[in-house]
């Protein structure tokens, strides 16, 4: 295993510490995290939130672990598509920054953070700390660890999952941009006018 490798692990516990932690925390305190798929009946919106977006975390995770791990897959999946050391360190950076984001994400929605719209959530607005840079901080987190990822081990899986994520995570945020719009009408407005959707 190489020190690349090691880094690429490393990153993985860090996200599932902070996810897996901050969810913990939040359900002792009675509070639901976790309400992906219950605003919608549309099917396509159910697939995309409760199946795909999922799966794509999951498969990432494993692919991830097998690839860092130098465990043997099909070359059909496992040969990159190029290699070029400097791109590797490139996509370490996305990751760290990402988490850097994710945590600062975390910190700033406080006990507002959902995995999914909460259409019973009547917290406020949340515009400060990350939010005051980013509309969709963690969202960012995720496009970078994707690309992140994609850039260390170049092959096809973590290619076609960082074009896929990246495509589901901004279908859903124009989601969730509609469902502020109408729960904070002028406020959302303003925020939007202010801060834009990445960065």
Not at 21 to 42: A, D, F, M, P, Q
Request: contains cysteine; glycine residues 6%.
């Amino acid at each position: 295993m190489e020190f690349i490798d090691i880094l690429v692990i490393i990153s993985l516990a860090i996200f599932y510490i902070l996810f897996l932690g901050r969810t913990l925390l939040l359900y002792k305190k009675g509070i639901k995290v976790w309400v992906i798929g219950t605003s919608t009946k549309k099917i396509s919106e159910i697939i995309l939130e409760k199946i795909l977006l999922p799966l794509a975390l999951f498969i990432n995770f494993i692919f991830t672990i097998i690839t860092a791990l130098h465990i043997k897959l099909p070359s059909v999946i496992s040969n990159y598509l190029i290699t070029i050391i400097w791109i590797k360190y490139i996509g370490i950076m996305f990751c760290y920054i990402g988490l850097i984001i994710f945590l600062f994400a975390l910190i700033s929605f406080g006990k507002s953070w959902r995995i999914g719209i909460d259409e019973n959530n009547s917290n406020e607005l949340i515009t400060n700390g990350m939010f005051k840079y980013s509309r969709n901080p963690i969202f960012l987190f995720m496009d970078l660890y994707f690309t992140g990822i994609m850039l260390i081990y170049p092959n096809i899986v973590f290619t076609l999952l960082a074009i896929g994520t990246i495509i589901g995570i901004h279908y859903q945020i124009l989601r969730e941009e509609k469902y502020l719009l109408n729960k904070f009408g002028e406020k959302y407005i303003n925020y939007k006018n202010e801060t834009r959707r990445y960065i």
